[in-house]
């Protein structure tokens, strides 16, 4: 059994479509639910660390999620809480996810993993070595104090859509902890070469 990680696909999102390079709303959906259904087996768990859709639910497109095979479980985001996820069917929903949580603590391969939406300085204890995931910033460095010490952190994991398609070159494919961790160091080195142009 193995557990993968992603967050922010914001389906059905015209302008995040566009801004990462897809001519269609369609398109980019299609694109990221055959890259989601890439990774596991029936064994294996895919955390969604939140903002699943935007504002509306398409429920053809959870009906094609509940049909990828893999345990899912969603870690609500801004999105799932201020729009989308009170307007779905609940019984959809409990076909297509295991669990809905605001968030979640796993063991992965004897290492403690936290997982939230936002960046939460009071889930991490730099200390105790655990890693804390989180997306929410898509790409972008953090604004806030409090999260800018979080994130440069390298136990602290930017599992957004955009950090993984950054070094991957596709949009929607979940990674392990491994692969997070890689994804970051190579995120966090580019992002520092150019902010030192």
């Not at 015209?14 to 369609?26: K, L, M, Q, T």
Request: a negative charge.
């Amino acid at each position: 059994m193995a557990f993968y990680y992603i967050s922010d696909l914001h389906l059905c999102h015209r302008s995040i479509a566009r801004r990462r390079g897809f001519p269609a709303v369609r398109e980019h959906d299609r694109t990221l639910l055959e890259n989601l259904g890439r990774r596991g087996n029936p064994n294996d768990t895919i955390f969604l660390l939140g903002d699943l859709f935007a504002y509306d639910c398409d429920e053809l497109l959870l009906e094609e999620m509940e049909g990828l095979g893999q345990h899912i479980v969603l870690i609500q985001g801004n999105h799932e809480t201020q729009h989308w996820l009170h307007k779905a069917s609940p019984t959809l929903l409990s076909q297509v996810f295991l669990d809905i949580l605001e968030e979640a603590e796993i063991v992965d391969e004897d290492r403690v993993v936290r997982m939230c939406h936002r960046p939460r300085p009071d889930l991490y204890d730099e200390d105790e070595k655990a890693y804390l995931l989180y997306g929410h910033l898509h790409g972008q460095p953090p604004r806030r104090e409090d999260w800018k010490a979080l994130c440069d952190s390298p136990h602290a994991l930017n599992v957004s859509a955009e950090v993984g398609a950054y070094t991957t070159g596709r949009w929607g494919l979940p990674g392990t902890l491994d692969e997070w961790i890689f994804f970051n160091e190579v995120w966090k080195s580019r992002t520092s070469e150019r902010d030192n142009r």
